[in-house]
């Protein structure tokens, strides 16, 4: 087969458009093999869209989920820490949204029977936000919110 | 090869406390550098916590974890000198692997 100039130039452009495609993490060459990365859930905008992709219906309200050692205010919003501890029985997962960030999911936890229904992490808030636990316990979901002002935004530069 | 975790992990009462500190720049793809062009995202996607080759903890994040992400939990058992292995892969598909014993 002959190779002119101009397939080479075509392969060498696919190459370099699925590197960022990768880069941009819309091509996950490894991650899927180890752990399945919910990328509709973390794309979606808002509860409804992230429900959808998590496969859900409207989450109720709970007084079961408690934010710990979660701050009202943060200083710094690119450090924010989050606590939260799920008290329904049969919890499954555990995930932290921010309502104003470009994207509201930030983490998502799966409980395995065993552990408790209790994670503590550090996020970035934007700006001023109610952020919700979202717990799925025995097939169904479950929210509480909590608003944390933020003194100094954590995204842009 | 990004740094080494560090990992804490301690018995409490009748359940094990695991507390880990990544080191991961958790670029957010929202950021510009100073020319404007905005800086790639990178962040860990996925985390999994194994206890003696048991998962404890799987979790999944965007790009809102703070830099130098910080993760703890809880889970029932667990004696001194069991193995607690936990591995991260981001987006760009790079993954680390530390692993400690229960102190």
């Not at chain 1, 509709?40 to 989450?59: I, R, V, W, Y």
Request: glycine share 10%.
């Amino acid at each position: 087969m002959s190779t002119t100039r101009r397939d080479v130039l075509k392969r060498g452009g696919g190459v370099t458009l699925l590197g960022l495609l990768a880069a941009a993490g819309w091509v996950t060459p490894e991650t899927a093999a180890a752990q399945a990365w919910n990328k509709n859930a973390f794309d979606a905008k808002t509860m409804d869209e992230t429900m959808k992709a998590l496969g859900g219906g409207a989450p109720a309200q709970s007084k079961d989920i408690a934010f710990v050692s979660t701050p009202d205010i943060a200083e710094n919003g690119a450090v924010v820490p989050v606590g939260v501890t799920s008290a329904i029985p049969k919890t499954e997962s555990i995930a932290i949204l921010i309502e104003k960030n470009p994207n509201m999911m930030a983490a998502a936890f799966d409980i395995p029977p065993g552990t408790d229904p209790s994670v503590s992490t550090r996020v970035k808030m934007g700006q001023s936000s109610n952020i919700y636990a979202l717990v799925k316990a025995d097939g169904k979901y479950y929210v509480a919110a909590k608003e944390i002002k933020v003194t100094l935004g954590g995204c842009g530069g | 090869m990004a740094d080494p975790m560090k990992i804490r992990a301690s018995v409490v009462g009748d359940s094990t406390e695991v507390k880990v500190l990544m080191s991961h720049e958790m670029e957010t793809g929202q950021r510009k550098d100073a020319a404007g062009k905005t800086i790639p995202a990178w962040f860990i996607q996925t985390v999994t916590v194994t206890h003696n080759g048991k998962a404890v903890l799987n979790a999944q994040w965007g790009p809102a974890v703070a830099k130098n992400p910080f993760l703890s939990f809880k889970f029932k058992g667990g004696a001194k000198g069991d193995k607690i292995q936990i591995t991260w892969v981001d987006n760009k598909g790079e993954k680390r692997t530390d692993e400690t014993a229960i102190g």
